[in-house]
């Protein structure tokens, strides 16, 4: 879709710190995130939420999600992983995406805002690594 940030994205017309993608699928650091190591993983084609997403490809993003939490808990240090997809209200961008938000003992996740959290870059990089 023309207007879709995500698409402008997938297409390489804005920037994002991809940590993987394939034919199907592409995941990147969340420009805000909640916690450290915070990806949305999304469909490189565009469907507007869950009820509209393939099938096929919807199980894709699930299996990426399942081979990624030991990755995540192992390269960060965290300890469990939290998913959140929005729907309809309380969806800001209308482009299909998982949050895969890693969860850190004694941390608490507050929806609405960001606190003392790591460089996005610095995170990325130990992803990377
Ligand atoms: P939602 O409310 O589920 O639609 O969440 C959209 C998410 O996309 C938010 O967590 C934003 O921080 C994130 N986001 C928006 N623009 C970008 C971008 N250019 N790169 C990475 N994440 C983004």
Redesign the pocket.
Known sequence: MNDC?FCK?IKGE?P?NTIYEDETIKV?M???PKTNGHL?VLPKEHYENLLTIDDNVLSKIIVYTREAYPMLNEKLGSQGLTLVN?NGE????KHF?L?LIPRYVGEKIDMESSNNLSEIDEIYNKLMD
């Open positions: 940030i994205i804005i994002s990147m969340d420009i805000n949305l929005n309380g969806q800001d961008v995406h949050h």
